[in-house]
């Protein structure tokens, strides 16, 4: 199999170690903040497809969050199951970045939320 040139566009197997944790890193750092915000509101869920779906119903709607950071949680969830599963879909290096910085600034508002 011969190496492409973007990193990210190579099975799991033949991508540098950063790369293919950043995602799911990302991902979980913004999910597990959830989590602990439903927690806080006596809120449990198991699935992660529950969590992203409460966060929404719970805060989003509510007017807890922004109706961007309800949709950053899920560009997240998303792009976790492209860089954990793949098929054929992939994860530009620049989309990589942007779930990092999705992924901070969703944990920031969970904080503030949690006061």
Do not use: C
């Amino acid at each position: 199999m011969a190496v492409q040139s973007n990193p990210l566009q190579q099975p799991a197997s033949w991508r540098p170690p950063a790369l293919t944790i950043s995602l799911p890193r990302a991902y979980y750092a913004a999910f597990y903040a959830a989590k602990a915000a439903l927690l806080e509101d006596g809120l449990e869920y198991t699935k992660h497809s529950a969590v992203v779906a409460a966060v929404h119903q719970h805060y989003v709607k509510a007017g807890r969050l922004q109706v961007e950071q309800g949709k950053a949680l899920s560009w997240l969830f998303e792009l976790r199951s492209v860089a954990d599963y793949g098929g054929t879909a992939h994860v530009s290096p620049d989309e990589a970045q942007q779930a990092i910085e999705a992924a901070a600034e969703f944990v920031e508002a969970i904080k503030r939320l949690l006061g």
